[in-house]
């Protein structure tokens, strides 16, 4: 079956979501998700959205804060962009219906860490999902907004792979889990909203659909992509054998939140004058020197000294989930470890969500506009997702009527049915094994260098599994996250000093002038039988 859409936009999350709104009543729109509509990495964030919202808070304030976190390799240009935009885009979101938390004096705001004042925007403890649930709604009721569920992008359509001398983006080959069959889907203008790339990490707060789709398929058109060695490793995820992926919010330590040994003893104030109130990368090292000086599985956060009826206000589901597991935050300090959480480098992008490509957009955690620099900021990610969703969608409106090529259907003939799926399960094993060894918080040139040879076997091997056998869901992601993997490692080991979340330990100065690593790649060739294949 083939698809035909104004627009496509490839991912679920706040970007997507709010793009698809902005377009569907001048546009045809087709989104794309993995899963469900609502599984996204969006829903899953807790502590909000920053903005400037405050009388007594600035816009420069906000600007010099998403600076200094990111150890100015920020671009100061795009920087200023979202924060300007910032109040628009909450506002946006007030008008849609999301009920962000009030106090007697308006919306409640909170700080995190790395922000001079009180900012943060939120639904109770569960923004993400607060928002995503009142975006679905809307879409699943838009007769302009066609979703596609349970389907995943496996390359995108160009021109070049057309033999076209047009180069632009017409659309992308998806993949529909539960018939089975690829389907083709056409184009003129296509949004990447695929998030980020957590699931390359064996630890990490991530949903499963954070494998990289989006980057790894830029990078097979031709587009740029920066910044990939800035993996953040949120300071504060729950340490327990029953629980997956549960992320502490940043706003705990916020709130006053405190970081101690088992002990009890609190070590930040030692690492750090800003103690618990420091960046996530400065915290995320700490908590990583302290456990591995003293061999500890985990270190623990806190809030105990709060009133109950403070954290039950403040952080329900938090406070659900640690009882839910015989841990009661009122009384009990929380066992925490740090984890892969976000990708800062990504697709390059210009102010209006442009890629390399033309008719290809980007927006999220799969893009690289400048805005996070070498540390992102807590709570500018939702932010960044609106702004420059709605940047793209401006962009998209501007643009003259394209004329769609004739666009081939995927050619499966001289594939087969794999003979041993084991071989995917246990290659998504090893890579995540090993980046978290070799590529994670502290890094040497010696583990990069492991990293990056593991790294290329293991390339050759799933493209010459992919080559041969028919795709599956597991494969295409696993094809993604291993080139995403090779990607961050490349960066890693161009980079020759400590900024930010990469920190080398045989090069742990900081260079007097800020630089992005910035990767390249030739045109995509066409292969026999496979044409979106590079």
């Known amino acids: 079956m083939a698809y035909r859409f104004d627009v496509l936009i490839i991912g679920s999350g706040l970007a997507g979501q709010s793009a698809a709104l902005r377009l569907a009543d001048r546009c045809k729109v087709g989104l794309i998700s993995k899963r469900a509509l609502e599984d996204s990495a969006s829903s899953w964030a807790q502590g909000g959205i920053a903005a400037v919202l405050d009388s007594q808070d600035s816009i420069e304030a906000h600007i010099r804060d998403t600076l200094i976190a990111g150890a100015h390799l920020n671009d100061p240009g795009a920087t200023r962009f979202v924060v300007e935009n910032g109040r628009r885009a909450i506002d946006w979101l007030i008008d849609q219906g999301v009920p962000f938390t009030r106090d007697r004096d308006g919306y409640h705001l909170t700080r995190e860490g790395g922000h001079s004042a009180r900012r943060v925007i939120h639904v109770a403890d569960a923004t993400g999902l607060a928002v995503q649930d009142t975006l679905t709604r809307k879409v699943r009721r838009h007769p302009n907004i066609t979703v596609l569920e349970h389907h995943i992008a496996i390359d995108l359509i160009t021109g070049s792979k057309l033999g076209l001398p047009d180069k632009r983006c017409f659309g992308a080959y998806a993949y529909d889990n539960v018939g089975g069959e690829v389907r083709t889907i056409g184009a003129p203008h296509t949004l990447i909203a695929t998030g980020g ?121 938090i406070l659900a989930r640690c009882r839910e597991l015989g841990i009661d935050i009122t009384r009990q300090p929380i066992p925490v470890v740090p984890a892969a959480h976000y990708t800062c480098g990504g697709i390059v992008t210009d102010r209006r969500a442009r890629t390399d490509l033309e008719g290809l957009y980007a927006a999220g955690e799969a893009s690289c506009t400048g805005l996070h620099g070498a540390n992102r900021l807590a709570s500018n990610s939702l932010l960044e997702c609106l702004v420059y969703a709605e940047a793209a969608v401006a962009d998209i409106l501007s643009q003259s009527p394209v004329e769609m090529p004739r666009l081939p259907s995927w050619d499966a003939s001289r594939v087969t049915d794999p003979d041993e799926e084991i071989v995917i399960s246990h290659n998504w094993d090893e890579l995540r094994r090993f980046m978290w060894d070799y590529v994670g918080i502290v890094r040497t040139t010696k583990r990069l260098q492991r990293a990056q ?51 080398s330990r045989d090069y742990p100065d900081l260079l007097p002038r800020p630089r992005n690593t910035l990767l390249r790649r030739p045109a995509p060739r066409v292969r026999a039988g496979k044409p979106v294949v590079s």
Not at 210 to 217: F, L, N, R, W
């Open 197 to 317: 790339a957590g699931k390359v990490y064996l630890y990490t707060t991530n949903p499963d659909t954070s494998t990289g789709d989006g980057i790894a398929m830029a990078w097979r058109a031709g587009c740029r992509v920066a910044n990939m060695e800035f993996i953040q490793f949120h300071p504060t995820c729950l340490y327990h054998p029953q629980a997956k992926s549960f992320l502490i919010s940043e706003a705990v330590r916020g709130e006053g939140g405190i970081l101690r040994l088992p002990d009890g003893t609190r070590f930040m104030p030692a690492h750090d004058p800003r103690a618990e109130l420091a960046p996530r990368d400065v915290v995320a090292r700490a908590i990583d020197f302290e456990m591995k000086k003293r061999g500890l599985d985990c270190v623990y956060l806190d809030i105990s000294h709060k009133p109950a009826d403070f954290l039950v206000e403040h952080f329900p589901n």
């Open 453 to 503: 040879h593991r790294i290329r076997l293991l390339m050759r091997e799933i493209e010459e599994f992919y080559a041969n056998f028919r795709v599956s869901h597991d494969l295409i992601e696993l094809r993604n996250l291993v080139l995403t993997a090779d990607l961050i490692i490349r960066c890693a080991l161009s980079r020759r000093e400590s900024r930010g979340l990469h920190f």
